[in-house]
Nanobody, 124 residues
Framework: QVQLVASGGGLVQAGGSLRLSCAAS????????MGWFRQAPGKEREFVAFISRSSSSTYYAGSVKGRFTISRDNDKNMVYLQMNNLKPEDTALYYCAASWSSTNYAQVRTYTEWGQGTQVTVSS
């Protein structure tokens, strides 16, 4: 079982940046594909970004492409989400998640392990 702890959220003005971190407590972290999702109040959880086990593949939601960058450090059991040029519509609770599968990477059901979420609030 993987335990995921997300951190790094906060309040930022539009145009600002934040870096989210997700720490995984598992020895075989490099066997998991990782994703970031977000959920705004009253909305469904939505895909943000994906990174494969070896970082060879990354994918982004269209709404964040070019502004967000996902990365990972398998030696440290960490995955990151660098968020630049933040917009008020990026306001949400952000979750990191782990999956054995790399197919259907944008679907919530693909991921078996979830962190507790970290709040990102972007003011206009």
């Amino acid at each position: 079982q993987v335990q995921l702890v997300a951190s790094g959220g906060g309040l930022v003005q539009a145009g600002g940046s934040l870096r989210l971190s997700c720490a995984a407590s598992v020895r075989i972290f490099d066997r998991y594909n990782m994703g970031w999702f977000r959920q705004a109040p009253g909305k469904e959880r939505e895909f943000v970004a994906f990174i494969s086990r070896s970082s060879s593949s990354t994918y982004y939601a269209g709404s964040v492409k070019g502004r967000f960058t996902i990365s990972r450090d398998n030696d440290k059991n960490m995955v990151y989400l660098q968020m630049n040029n933040l917009k008020p519509e990026d306001t949400a609770l952000y979750y990191c998640a782990a999956s054995w599968s790399s197919t259907n990477y944008a679907q919530v059901r693909t991921y078996t392990e979830w962190g507790q979420g970290t709040q990102v609030t972007v003011s206009s």
